[in-house]
Protein backbone atom coordinates (compact mmCIF):
# COMPACT_ATOMS: atom_id res chain seq x y z
CA UNK A 1 0.00 0.00 0.00
CA UNK A 2 1.50 3.60 -0.73
CA UNK A 3 -0.51 7.24 0.05
CA UNK A 4 -0.69 8.87 -3.15
CA UNK A 5 -1.41 12.99 -3.27
CA UNK A 6 -4.45 12.84 -6.01
CA UNK A 7 -5.45 16.46 -5.61
CA UNK A 8 -4.15 19.43 -3.19
CA UNK A 9 -4.20 17.54 0.10
CA UNK A 10 -6.08 15.01 -1.14
CA UNK A 11 -4.49 11.91 -0.62
CA UNK A 12 -5.73 8.17 -1.53
CA UNK A 13 -3.93 4.59 -0.26
CA UNK A 14 -3.29 2.90 -3.31
CA UNK A 15 -4.25 -0.80 -3.37
CA UNK A 16 -2.77 -2.00 -6.51
CA UNK A 17 0.02 -2.91 -8.15
CA UNK A 18 1.92 0.99 -9.09
CA UNK A 19 3.12 -0.77 -12.47
CA UNK A 20 -0.43 -1.62 -14.06
CA UNK A 21 -1.46 0.64 -16.68
CA UNK A 22 -4.58 1.19 -18.09
CA UNK A 23 -6.38 2.43 -21.42
CA UNK A 24 -10.00 2.75 -22.37
CA UNK A 25 -9.81 0.47 -26.10
CA UNK A 26 -11.72 0.54 -29.05
CA UNK A 27 -14.98 -1.15 -28.97
CA UNK A 28 -14.55 -2.76 -25.23
CA UNK A 29 -17.66 -0.84 -23.54
CA UNK A 30 -17.85 -3.45 -21.13
CA UNK A 31 -17.71 -1.06 -18.51
CA UNK A 32 -20.93 0.74 -20.06
CA UNK A 33 -23.02 -2.21 -19.98
CA UNK A 34 -23.98 -2.13 -16.05
CA UNK A 35 -26.22 0.93 -14.26
CA UNK A 36 -24.08 3.76 -13.18
CA UNK A 37 -24.69 4.85 -9.73
CA UNK A 38 -25.20 8.84 -9.80
CA UNK A 39 -23.85 10.61 -6.42
CA UNK A 40 -25.67 13.65 -5.76
CA UNK A 41 -23.77 15.85 -7.87
CA UNK A 42 -23.68 13.92 -10.43
CA UNK A 43 -27.79 13.51 -10.40
CA UNK A 44 -28.12 17.11 -10.62
CA UNK A 45 -25.07 17.74 -12.87
CA UNK A 46 -26.83 15.49 -15.65
CA UNK A 47 -30.17 17.05 -15.63
CA UNK A 48 -28.04 19.98 -17.37
CA UNK A 49 -27.66 17.37 -19.80
CA UNK A 50 -30.75 14.84 -19.89
CA UNK A 51 -34.45 14.58 -18.89
CA UNK A 52 -33.84 12.30 -15.80
CA UNK A 53 -37.13 10.86 -15.59
CA UNK A 54 -36.39 9.14 -18.77
CA UNK A 55 -32.48 8.06 -18.18
CA UNK A 56 -32.25 7.43 -14.85
CA UNK A 57 -33.66 4.91 -12.06
CA UNK A 58 -33.93 4.59 -8.13
CA UNK A 59 -33.04 0.96 -6.80
CA UNK A 60 -32.28 0.56 -3.30
CA UNK A 61 -32.95 4.79 -2.19
CA UNK A 62 -30.00 5.68 -4.49
CA UNK A 63 -30.08 7.14 -8.52
CA UNK A 64 -28.58 5.00 -11.35
CA UNK A 65 -28.53 5.39 -15.16
CA UNK A 66 -30.55 3.59 -16.54
CA UNK A 67 -30.00 0.73 -18.67
CA UNK A 68 -31.79 -0.05 -21.78
CA UNK A 69 -32.19 -3.08 -24.41
CA UNK A 70 -30.59 -2.09 -27.59
CA UNK A 71 -31.56 -3.02 -31.06
CA UNK A 72 -27.68 -4.32 -31.52
CA UNK A 73 -25.33 -7.32 -30.99
CA UNK A 74 -22.51 -4.99 -30.36
CA UNK A 75 -21.59 -2.77 -27.22
CA UNK A 76 -24.39 -4.64 -24.94
CA UNK A 77 -24.68 -7.07 -22.32
CA UNK A 78 -25.74 -10.68 -22.51
CA UNK A 79 -29.22 -9.44 -21.66
CA UNK A 80 -28.78 -7.17 -24.94
CA UNK A 81 -28.93 -4.06 -22.76
CA UNK A 82 -26.52 -1.58 -21.97
CA UNK A 83 -25.98 1.84 -20.47
CA UNK A 84 -28.63 4.56 -21.75
CA UNK A 85 -26.17 6.39 -23.06
CA UNK A 86 -23.81 4.26 -25.07
CA UNK A 87 -24.17 5.00 -28.55
CA UNK A 88 -23.70 2.48 -31.11
CA UNK A 89 -20.64 3.63 -31.90
CA UNK A 90 -19.40 2.79 -28.78
CA UNK A 91 -18.98 5.87 -27.67
CA UNK A 92 -20.54 7.94 -24.50
CA UNK A 93 -23.25 10.20 -25.31
CA UNK A 94 -22.32 12.52 -22.35
CA UNK A 95 -18.56 12.44 -22.80
CA UNK A 96 -18.91 12.79 -26.43
CA UNK A 97 -21.07 15.28 -27.02
CA UNK A 98 -20.96 17.67 -23.34
CA UNK A 99 -17.59 16.56 -22.27
CA UNK A 100 -18.91 14.85 -18.56
CA UNK A 101 -19.24 12.03 -17.82
CA UNK A 102 -20.73 10.70 -14.05
CA UNK A 103 -17.83 10.11 -11.11
CA UNK A 104 -18.36 6.61 -11.72
CA UNK A 105 -17.73 6.16 -15.24
CA UNK A 106 -14.48 8.37 -14.19
CA UNK A 107 -13.65 5.81 -11.47
CA UNK A 108 -13.60 2.56 -13.77
CA UNK A 109 -11.18 0.63 -13.34
CA UNK A 110 -10.70 1.34 -10.00
CA UNK A 111 -12.63 0.34 -6.45
CA UNK A 112 -13.26 3.06 -3.96
CA UNK A 113 -13.84 2.60 -0.66
CA UNK A 114 -13.41 4.43 2.68
CA UNK A 115 -11.41 2.88 5.48
CA UNK A 116 -10.16 4.57 8.84
CA UNK A 117 -11.14 8.03 6.70
CA UNK A 118 -9.07 7.39 4.07
CA UNK A 119 -9.91 7.13 0.78
CA UNK A 120 -8.36 3.17 -0.29
CA UNK A 121 -8.11 2.28 -4.19
CA UNK A 122 -7.77 -1.15 -6.11
CA UNK A 123 -8.47 -2.74 -9.38
CA UNK A 124 -12.43 -3.85 -9.58
CA UNK A 125 -12.20 -7.80 -9.34
CA UNK A 126 -14.71 -7.53 -12.53
CA UNK A 127 -12.47 -5.12 -14.58
CA UNK A 128 -9.59 -7.68 -13.94
CA UNK A 129 -11.45 -10.67 -15.48
CA UNK A 130 -13.31 -8.06 -18.12
CA UNK A 131 -11.26 -5.34 -19.19
CA UNK A 132 -9.26 -4.82 -21.81
CA UNK A 133 -7.50 -2.02 -21.00
CA UNK A 134 -5.82 -2.56 -18.45
CA UNK A 135 -1.72 -3.02 -19.00
CA UNK A 136 -2.33 -2.49 -22.77
CA UNK A 137 -0.57 0.79 -22.74
CA UNK A 138 2.05 2.72 -21.12
CA UNK A 139 -0.27 5.34 -19.22
CA UNK A 140 0.30 3.96 -15.16
CA UNK A 141 -2.65 4.26 -13.66
CA UNK A 142 -0.78 5.19 -10.38
CA UNK A 143 0.50 8.60 -12.57
CA UNK A 144 -3.04 9.86 -13.43
CA UNK A 145 -5.19 9.29 -10.43
CA UNK A 146 -6.78 12.62 -10.68
CA UNK A 147 -7.96 11.60 -14.42
CA UNK A 148 -9.64 8.86 -12.15
CA UNK A 149 -10.37 10.29 -9.24
CA UNK A 150 -12.65 13.16 -9.15
CA UNK A 151 -12.43 15.38 -5.80
CA UNK A 152 -15.85 14.90 -5.28
CA UNK A 153 -14.91 11.46 -3.76
CA UNK A 154 -13.27 13.22 -0.44
CA UNK A 155 -16.64 14.77 0.28
CA UNK A 156 -19.11 11.67 0.05
CA UNK A 157 -19.52 10.22 3.49
CA UNK A 158 -19.72 6.52 1.09
CA UNK A 159 -17.88 6.47 -1.73
CA UNK A 160 -17.73 2.89 -1.75
CA UNK A 161 -18.17 1.40 -5.38
CA UNK A 162 -19.34 -1.85 -4.78
CA UNK A 163 -22.93 -0.93 -5.18
CA UNK A 164 -25.10 -1.66 -8.16
CA UNK A 165 -27.82 -1.55 -10.22
Same mark, same amino acid.
Given at each position: ??????????????????????????? +???? +?????? @?????????? %?????????? %????????????????????????? +????????? +?????????????? %???????????????????? %??????????????????? @???? @?????????????????
Amino acid at each position: MKRVEVHPGREAVVEFDPGLTFECVDD +CTWC +CRHGVL @LYEEDFEDLA %SYADLAETTT %SFRGQEFVRREEKEREEHVDEDGAA +CYFLREDGL +CALQAEHGWKPTRC %SIFPLAVRKHDGAIHVDVRD %SAREHCEGLDVSDRRLIDN @LEAF @LPELLWELDDPDTRREL
